[in-house]
């Protein structure tokens, strides 16, 4: 990041980085995380997929018996709740394939090659989904589903039937915009000076997308393997408490998961690199000194 603020012990520190700045420094991180051995961007990759997953879990606790308040304030409470993902990715550092879709600065500016780049998407996407599905398994095996008398497992189970219900072309735009939004967060939060500004500007646009109903591929990597557990493996004392059966999620296929974590991938990623990374590059960095 540009030096280009007093770092004297005690000196006050109010503003932020400009756009310009926020681009070069943006710049300077995909250089970095393309020069990382392999080993770390997939370990830190686990870490981001676990981190989405914890965002993920709360936001479905969270939507369990929300039922009673108005749609769109039970979503807006949903999705700031969501945010920890994002907050923990950032401020704990880890890598996560739709933010790093901003790496794309670096490789406009010819600071890393294009094979760099699509090494460091490929091994932080394998680590992502490690750490989404395998979030995905342990919260199964605590048996978080039967709280609230299998209220929760019921709510998990709805959010994940209804993702693989989605037809592919609505999926894909609610991809693209889903990643236009994260990486807004992740771009502004390269102008925060501090833990509590970082905060600030990853919550508005996190919450936004959950509450528009926008697909981000790693929390569905949460959230569709977690559904197809329960749907699999929970037993009859589950169903019986929430007075239905597997039979009543027709939609939740591996088959329709897969389909679903597909098409959000590529939504995600052309919303985040084209419509966020790629636009900031022109405008600030296409023209140097």
């Given amino acids: 990041m540009p030096e280009t603020y007093d770092k004297t012990p005690g000196a006050a520190i109010i503003d932020a980085l400009l756009p310009r700045e926020m681009a070069l420094a943006c710049e300077t991180a995909g250089a970095a ?8 961007l997939v370990v830190l990759g686990l ?3 676990a981190f989405i997953a914890l965002g993920a879990m709360f936001m479905t606790i969270v ?4 039922g009673d308040l108005p749609w769109g304030v039970a979503r807006l409470l949903a999705g700031a709740v969501f945010s920890l993902g994002l907050i923990l990715v950032i401020v704990g550092g880890a890598e996560l394939f739709t933010g790093d879709s901003l790496m ?15 090494r460091a998407w490929s091994l932080v996407y394998v680590g992502n989904i490690a750490g989404a599905a395998g979030t995905a398994m342990l919260v199964y095996l605590s048996g978080q589903h039967g ?21 592919t072309i609505q999926l894909f735009f609610l991809a693209l915009l889903c990643n236009v939004l994260v990486c807004l967060a992740v771009w502004m939060s390269f102008g925060a000076r501090s833990t509590t500004d970082k905060v600030i500007v990853i919550v508005p646009p996190v919450a936004a997308f959950v509450a528009a109903g926008f697909e981000h591929s790693i929390a569905n ?16 004392e589950f169903w019986a408490a929430i007075g239905q059966g597997p039979a009543a999620y027709p939609e939740l296929t591996l088959a329709n998961a897969f389909h679903n974590i597909m098409v959000a991938t590529v939504g995600n990623l052309i919303g985040g690199s084209l419509m966020v990374g790629a ?5 600030y960095l296409r023209q140097r000194d």
Avoid: E, Q
């Avoid at 994940?160 to 989605?166: F, G, N, P, T």
């Avoid at 636009?279 to 405008?283: D, P």
């Fill in 104 to 118: 794309i600065v670096a490789c406009a500016s010819r600071r890393i090659t294009l094979g760099a780049l699509l």
């Fill in 33 to 40: 995380k393309a020069g990382r051995d392999a080993l770390a």
């Fill in 279 to 283: 636009v900031y590059w022109f405008v």
């Fill in 63 to 66: 939507l369990t018996g929300a």
């Fill in 47 to 49: 870490l981001a997929g």
């Fill in 147 to 167: 709280f609230s008398g299998g209220a929760v497992g019921k709510t998990a189970l709805a959010i994940a039937s209804a993702k693989a219900a989605l037809p």
């Fill in 221 to 236: 990597l949460y959230l569709l393997p977690y559904g197809l557990a329960l749907k699999a493996w929970a037993g009859p």
